[in-house]
């Protein structure tokens, strides 16, 4: 058990490695701590689903070096994430930007529940009652009650 552990740690400690190799990473430390904040908020195109700080994808490293490119050259974050994304797209964005089509985006699925919920109460609301019986039904009725009865 102790062992299943140690290979664990040294597997995490190995990911973490891989993916902030030292031959990559900047002279200055303000400015490699301004990158890795960077990675966290740049999605890996290739896992899709881990910031480009934890990926260990080729395209991934690719990014990193970009993005240690432009803060190396002095670029501020606004621009660095502007550039990645008219290079790949809002969706290399962690954290997309606020905008009309991301606005419909999110706001859909709650629209589509309310639409039906709004449908679902004028159906409701718009549906004829049950009409009563007719007297030759409601005698029916009690003959037929009476013969299970018996």
Request: glycine fraction near 4%; charge should be negative.
């Amino acid at each position: 058990m102790r062992v299943r552990a140690l290979l664990a740690a040294l597997a995490g400690v190995l990911c973490v490695a891989a993916a902030s190799d030292p031959a990559e990473r900047l002279a200055d430390p303000a400015q490699e701590a301004r990158a890795r904040e960077i990675f966290r908020d740049v999605r890996c195109l290739v896992c899709q689903n881990e910031s480009i700080d934890d990926s260990e994808a080729d395209l991934a490293r690719d990014l990193r070096l970009i993005v240690r490119e432009q803060v190396k050259a002095g670029r501020s974050e606004g621009e660095i994430k502007a550039f990645l994304t008219e290079r790949y797209g809002e969706f290399v964005l962690m954290t997309p930007s606020f905008s009309a089509s991301n606005l419909l985006l999110w706001s859909g699925p709650f629209l589509v529940v309310l639409a039906g919920a709004v449908l679902l109460f004028l159906r409701l609301r718009s549906r004829a009652p049950d009409a009563e019986l007719t007297p030759l039904e409601a005698e029916r009725l009690r003959a037929l009650s009476r013969d299970e009865a018996s």
